[in-house]
């Protein structure tokens, strides 16, 4: 069970002007469920993207940046998503791109536009060819359930192994104008991004200067997706696309350093790290929220290297499981994490409000009834101090638990 996370409520979602949202059954791999989605997008919307490191990236991921490069160019403005669910179309080769290229072609038919003016992304098993032809049979319910309200449903459509959709929303006041952000995402096994999560997609009304998008994109993954890990393992279809509709009628953001550029930037952030903070509380098998806070670093990259490392580690993750404060592998993982000159004996060690470590030994107040009293919680927060500098880095992460293994062993059956 997911760890205190609801579906969302779909009077919450609110809708953005210039998206609407269509979901159809396809049956890319099972019959019965709504497995494809359309967003489309009025002309004049701009579009963001960031995409998995992992090398060995999918067909869709390929085809979108490409064509959020022909975008960036002035060539052609997006105007539709496509997003499948139950095959990732990676390791698929020439043919995976082959399709991919098919199915924003088909779409693009349909809807006038140019091929190039569509995104595809999908997700699934791995190494298995896309059913194109279901996608393409599909598409035209898709279109005919086009509205502005169908974010939820759209959440439920992207799914794999997530056990709850995965959506939020705010508005703020810009300029004088109401502002809306809305955004979906889906993942709950293979999230150790390098960029962002599975799939994310985030829109808002707020007219913004395009070439800020980008920039605006990078911050708001680097601070929410960017942060989360239940696995260790970056998937090969990794996406967070970012769309501006430019329709609130704010005074256009010139600057993200603006006041109205930070307000923008902030109702982004809240909605993408509830997103990120919903795929940690739906880790494949998860039974409890980790909070991984490591400060008094030199630099923010080393602080994420300690906290990816306790976020990482399977003997952390499965002692969180079973309860047990073996928090020694807490300070062994610090310990490999990679951070030069590492002074030991100035660490600080709290598991919420018990201090556990002083100075790098164990603290004289501190009593294993204590520490397991909160290893028992579902949500705890892992405080390191390591007392060299001024920087912060957080982390979210899960624990590991028998239902993790069950989960993947049976992933294809």
Same mark, same amino acid.
């Given at each position: 069970?997911?760890?205190?996370?609801?579906?969302?409520?779909?009077?919450?979602?609110?809708?953005?002007?210039?998206?609407?949202?269509?979901?159809?059954?396809?049956?890319?791999?099972?019959?019965?469920?709504?497995?494809?989605?359309?967003?489309?997008?009025?002309?004049?919307?701009?579009?963001?993207?960031?995409?998995?490191?992992?090398?060995?990236?999918?067909?869709?991921?390929?085809?979108?940046?490409?064509?959020?490069?022909?975008?960036?160019?002035?060539?052609?403005?997006?105007?539709?998503?496509?997003?499948?669910?139950?095959?990732?179309?990676?390791?698929?080769?020439?043919?995976?791109?082959?399709?991919?290229?098919?199915?924003?072609?088909?779409?693009?038919?349909?809807?006038?536009?140019?091929?190039?003016?569509?995104?595809?992304?999908?997700?699934?098993?791995?190494?298995?060819?896309?059913?194109?032809?279901?996608?393409?049979?599909?598409?035209?319910?898709?279109?005919?359930?086009?509205?502005?309200?169908?974010?939820?449903?759209?959440?439920?459509?992207?799914?794999?192994?997530?056990?709850?959709?995965?959506?939020?929303?705010?508005?703020?006041?810009?300029?004088?104008?109401?502002?809306?952000?809305?955004?979906?995402?889906?993942?709950?096994?293979?999230?150790?991004?390098?960029?962002?999560?599975?799939?994310?997609?985030?829109?808002?009304?707020?007219?913004?200067?395009?070439? #800020? %998008? /980008?920039?605006?994109?990078?911050? +708001? =993954?680097?601070?929410?997706?960017?942060? !989360?890990?239940? &696995? *260790?393992?970056?998937?090969?279809?990794?996406?967070?696309?970012?769309?501006?509709?430019?329709?609130?009628?704010?005074?256009?953001?010139?600057?993200?350093?603006?006041?109205?550029?930070? #307000? %923008? /930037?902030?109702?982004?952030?809240? +909605? =993408?790290?509830?997103?990120?903070?919903? !795929?940690?509380? &739906? *880790?494949?098998?998860?039974?409890?929220?980790?909070?991984?806070?490591?400060?008094?670093?030199?630099?923010?990259?080393?602080?994420?290297?300690?906290?990816?490392?306790?976020?990482?580690?399977? %003997?952390?993750?499965?002692?969180?499981?079973?309860?047990?404060?073996?928090?020694?592998? !807490?300070?062994?993982?610090?310990?490999?994490?990679?951070?030069?000159?590492?002074?030991?004996?100035?660490?600080?060690?709290?598991?919420?409000?018990?201090?556990?470590?002083?100075?790098?030994?164990?603290?004289?107040?501190?009593?294993?009834?204590?520490?397991?009293?909160?290893?028992?919680?579902?949500?705890?927060?892992?405080?390191?101090?390591?007392?060299?500098?001024?920087?912060?880095?957080?982390?979210?992460?899960?624990?590991?638990?028998?239902?993790?293994?069950?989960?993947?062993?049976?992933?294809?059956?």
């Amino acid at each position: 069970m997911p760890v205190h996370l609801s579906p969302p409520n779909p009077a919450d979602l609110h809708p953005v002007a210039g998206v609407r949202i269509g979901v159809a059954m396809a049956g890319v791999r099972k019959a019965n469920r709504r497995d494809l989605v359309v967003v489309a997008l009025d002309d004049g919307a701009t579009v963001a993207g960031v995409f998995t490191q992992n090398r060995f990236c999918a067909a869709p991921v390929q085809v979108c940046r490409a064509h959020l490069e022909q975008a960036a160019a002035g060539l052609a403005g997006i105007r539709a998503l496509v997003i499948n669910t139950g095959n990732a179309n990676a390791g698929t080769g020439a043919d995976g791109l082959a399709r991919a290229r098919q199915t924003c072609t088909a779409l693009a038919g349909l809807m006038g536009v140019a091929p190039a003016q569509v995104l595809p992304f999908s997700t699934g098993v791995i190494m298995e060819t896309l059913p194109v032809d279901r996608i393409e049979a599909g598409l035209p319910a898709a279109l005919a359930d086009l509205a502005p309200g169908h974010w939820a449903e759209a959440a439920s459509g992207i799914m794999t192994t997530d056990t709850v959709p995965k959506a939020a929303s705010r508005r703020v006041r810009i300029g004088g104008r109401e502002v809306t952000v809305t955004g979906i995402a889906k993942g709950a096994g293979m999230i150790r991004p390098n960029m962002a999560t599975m799939l994310g997609f985030v829109a808002t009304d707020a007219a913004i200067a395009p070439t #800020l %998008l /980008q920039p605006l994109l990078r911050e +708001v =993954a680097d601070a929410s997706f960017n942060r !989360i890990t239940i &696995d *260790g393992d970056t998937s090969t279809n990794d996406s967070f696309v970012l769309i501006a509709t430019h329709q609130a009628g704010n005074p256009c953001i010139e600057a993200l350093d603006s006041e109205d550029g930070r #307000l %923008l /930037q902030e109702a982004v952030q809240a +909605v =993408a790290q509830q997103l990120a903070q919903a !795929i940690v509380r &739906d *880790g494949e098998g998860a039974t409890k929220f980790i909070t991984v806070d490591v400060l008094g670093g030199r630099t923010e990259a080393e602080c994420k290297l300690a906290a990816y490392a306790i976020a990482h580690s399977p %003997l952390v993750k499965t002692a969180f499981f079973a309860s047990d404060p073996n928090l020694g592998r !807490i300070l062994a993982a610090v310990g490999y994490a990679g951070i030069d000159d590492l002074d030991q004996n100035l660490i600080d060690l709290h598991l919420d409000d018990v201090h556990v470590v002083r100075e790098g030994g164990r603290h004289p107040d501190y009593r294993e009834a204590d520490g397991q009293r909160v290893m028992k919680q579902s949500e705890i927060t892992v405080q390191v101090h390591l007392h060299r500098g001024p920087a912060r880095a957080t982390v979210w992460t899960c624990d590991l638990s028998h239902d993790y293994v069950s989960i993947n062993a049976d992933y294809r059956s």
